[in-house]
Nanobody
Framework: QVQLVESGGGLVQPGGSLRLSCAAS????????MGWYRQAPGRERELVAV???????NYTDSVKGRFTISRDNAKITVDLQMNSLKPEDTATYYC???????????????WGKGTLVTVSS
């Protein structure tokens, strides 16, 4: 099994910062894509930031210049530094990782349970 544990969500005032962390554990052999998605109430889940299979980073336009994604391959973690937060960033943020398990050639997609970020004064 593969588990993803997110942390770092909470309540922050507009203009503030938060750092989300996601740690993957289990019988992981290789990790490919790692990223963060979010889902606001009444809206579909959307990509926030991701490390692609080629190792590049992609950000949704609304967070460019404010959010930074980083990863630690040795620890199998992916973080999201969020600065200059806006009320419209309020959402549940989900970690997403593509992994291969030991002894299995199939790439599988895993999701964390989500961490709530609320930006409000």
């Amino acid at each position: 099994q593969v588990q993803l544990v997110e942390s770092g969500g909470g309540l922050v005032q507009p203009g503030g910062s938060l750092r989300l962390s996601c740690a993957a554990s289990g019988t992981i052999f290789r990790v490919n894509r790692m990223g963060w998605y979010r889902q606001a109430p009444g809206r579909e889940r959307e990509l926030v930031a991701v490390f692609t299979r080629s190792g590049n980073t992609n950000y949704t336009d609304s967070v460019k210049g404010r959010f930074t994604i980083s990863r630690d391959n040795a620890k199998i973690t992916v973080d999201l530094q969020m600065n200059s937060l806006k009320p419209e960033d309020t959402a549940t943020y989900y970690c997403n990782v593509e992994v291969r398990k030991l002894g299995d050639p199939t790439w599988m997609n895993y999701w964390g349970k989500g961490t709530l970020v609320t930006v409000s004064s």
